[in-house]
């Protein structure tokens, strides 16, 4: 067994079921790791000013299986998981000699308010 398949074989044990989608078109379901990013210091994943009485975004860190290539998403892709979007702020594979063990990403979760601004 190779080190991409033992990878893949413990988030199969540890992991949440997701699902990535682009457009249209849903992927199987498979399973990757979440884990929530909450120190300040080091999750400013965006430099923008938030309008008075926002909440700051929620940050996750993505591990997922070599065989589920989240480079190739458009920007319009996101990750499905428990009901709720998350939008890949920024993706990248995780290679050892030119083989790619795992995909990490930093996730942030889309918000759905009900405030509608008249």
């Given at each position: ?6 990878i893949?074989?413990q ?7 997701v ?11 498979f ?10 210091k080091?999750?400013?994943?965006e430099?923008?000013?938030?309008e008075?009485?926002d ?6 860190l993505y ?14 892709g996101v ?10 702020k920024?993706?990248?594979?995780v290679?050892f ?5 795992y995909?990490?990403g ?5 918000r ?7």
């Amino acid at each position: 067994m190779n080190k991409a398949d033992v990878i893949k074989a413990q988030l199969s044990k540890i992991g949440s079921t997701v699902y990535l989608k682009d457009g249209e078109w849903v992927s199987m379901p498979f399973k990757a790791s979440l884990s929530r990013l909450w120190r300040k210091k080091s999750s400013g994943f965006e430099h923008t000013f938030a309008e008075l009485g926002d909440v700051g975004s929620d940050y996750y860190l993505y591990i997922g299986p070599y065989n589920h290539d989240i480079c190739t998403l458009t920007n319009d892709g996101v990750l499905l998981y428990d009901g709720d979007e998350y939008e890949f702020k920024c993706k990248d594979p995780v290679t050892f000699d030119d083989t790619v063990l795992y995909y990490s990403g930093v996730l942030r979760k889309i918000r759905k308010g009900d405030y509608c601004e008249t």
